[in-house]
């Protein structure tokens, strides 16, 4: 057998932190008992999984990673009926219900055996031949579950997507290679469970192109390190006392807020200019009235009706023209900020009240109150269809800015559960809720706009996010790092 390289115990993974129980629900994972044959000898241990999730398998262990294991299947049932009770009852309520349920019907499936010395072996001699896919999926599986390997990801057609590009490129080379692997075996695995194949069924012909000799290879370097790695931590003596004793409490909320994962974003503010003088505004409208046309054909009366709207366009222009100007040196101020709130803890936060401080000297923009630019002024008709009494421009330029969505009432494009108040020291505070946030999960918090009085006040400032559940408050610092630059026209 080819030895296992040091250098391959990067694909050992760190220990998850687990619960028997559910920290907000009170609900139990689902106990199984598996078959380990390793060293010549079939030996017993014990696996979990969540009733909603059954491929979050974790196999049973100390805090320290010593996993208990047993010579017979009737020794480890008795230790999970003694450490891993469960309440049989029908009622509703029952927390153990589905748990209950499903620990039954897997037992009565009988026990899954993995062959880590068949697993070994092919390693030796990494061929598709010496070894079938179910068998290399169960045993990589069963690894991943007691932290000695790498997930075995499900096989996901749009998310290989880019994978083999990754794979040969790259800092994450390695992280793709596996990723693909992974994908590909189980995507193996899907097809051959759907034809109802054995466990030991061989791989099927034409997959030359799919699955090449590469992914065993690597596959064979990840079984070298994880089998034995898995091995020494099987304990007899684990399997005499109740290793839930060492695992740990759940952690609460921990709650805290970042731009994607930094403290820190850049936002370069881009300053349109002064308001267009005189001079800009008539350059303006020459650059878009056009040329005085031949009007030899027209009667005095159609000469008329376009005399009377080219005068009109062009007041139309120079409105325009100003008052885009004012728009733009009002909206390119605005800051839009996305803000992440994260759950670090192993429980739910629930009714969270984010408050986030904004510092005096920038103003909040409320969500939904930003307006539109104005509409460009209606264009001229062709000068030939003045003949026509009744042709005119469909209309005069409207100076007023479009509605913004909260006149509009469109509550799906604002935040109407967002709050402004008054901070102390001249701030201001964006209130937003959260009404419930899962643990180890980040959420999007609902953007918010912020802006200068004057591109004269455009600085760095920071922003306190605080986040309150019931009598608990976290606090964020987050660094904005504003700059102005001006637009080259």
């Keep these: 057998m080819i030895p296992a390289d040091a250098a391959d115990s990067i694909f050992i993974p760190e220990r998850r932190v687990r619960f028997y129980r559910h920290p907000d629900t009170n609900e139990p994972d689902i106990t199984l008992v598996v078959g380990i044959r390793q060293a010549g000898s079939t030996r017993y241990v014990l696996a979990q999984t969540k009733p909603d999730d059954r491929s979050d398998l974790a196999v049973v262990s100390d805090s320290a990673g010593l996993i208990p294991v047993f ?57 598709p031949s010496n070894i079938g896919p179910l068998q290399l999926a169960l045993a990589w599986e069963m690894l991943s579950a007691a932290d000695a390997a790498p997930v075995l990801v499900p096989f996901d057609p749009m998310g290989m997507v880019g994978l083999p590009e990754k794979a040969h490129s790259g800092e994450d080379s390695l992280v793709a290679q596996v990723l693909l692997a992974g994908m590909k075996l189980n995507g193996v695995v899907w097809e051959l469970r759907r034809k109802g194949a054995p466990a030991d069924a061989p791989w099927p012909k034409d997959l030359a192109e799919f699955w090449e000799p590469a992914d065993d290879a690597l ?33 609460p909320p921990k709650l805290s807020a ?56 062009e007041e139309d222009l120079r409105l325009y023209a100003a008052l885009w100007r004012k728009w733009e040196i009002e909206a390119h101020r605005i800051m ?23 510092p005096p000297g920038v103003h909040v923009v409320p969500s939904g109150t930003d307006r539109f630019g104005p509409m460009n002024p209606p264009d001229m008709p062709p ?64 953007q918010i ?41």
């Design 71 to 127: 010579s017979t299947e009737r020794s480890a049932r008795e230790y999970m009926a003694r450490i891993f009770p469960l309440n049989a009852s029908l009622d509703a309520s029952n927390p153990d219900l589905q748990a209950a349920f499903w620990s039954d019907l897997y037992q009565k499936g009988g026990v899954p055996i993995v062959d880590l010395d068949h697993v070994l072996r092919w390693a030796g001699d990494p061929k």
């Design 383 to 446: 000068t030939s269809s003045y003949e026509n009494a009744s042709t005119r421009r469909s209309g005069r330029f409207d100076p007023q800015p479009r509605a913004s969505y909260r006149e509009k009432g469109e509550r799906s494009m604002y935040n109407p559960d967002e709050r402004i108040l008054p901070d102390s020291g001249g701030g201001t505070i964006v209130e937003q809720p959260i009404s419930s946030m899962p643990a180890k999960e980040s959420l999007q918090l609902r």
């Design 449 to 489: 706009m912020l802006t200068f009085p004057t591109w004269r006040d455009v600085k760095p400032f920071d922003l306190d996010v605080e986040m309150r559940v019931g009598d608990t408050t976290s606090v964020s610092r987050l660094h904005v790092n504003a700059t102005r630059t001006a637009v080259s026209r």
């Design 258 to 313: 970042t731009f994607g994962g930094a403290i820190s974003k850049d936002v370069t503010l881009y300053d349109p200019g002064p308001e267009l003088t005189h001079a800009d505004i008539e350059d303006y409208v020459r650059g878009r009235l056009p040329p005085e046309p031949e009007q030899s054909g027209l009667s005095p009366a159609a000469r008329a009706r376009y005399a009377r709207d080219r005068r009109e366009y």
């Design 336 to 358: 839009r900020l996305l803000i992440y709130a994260r759950n670090d803890g192993d429980r739910r936060a629930e009714n969270v009240v984010v408050r986030i401080h904004v």
């Design 219 to 251: 596959v064979a370097r990840i079984m070298r390190v994880a089998v034995p790695h898995f091995a020494s931590r099987l304990s007899p003596e684990a399997a005499t006392r109740d290793v839930t004793a060492t695992w740990p409490t759940p952690v």
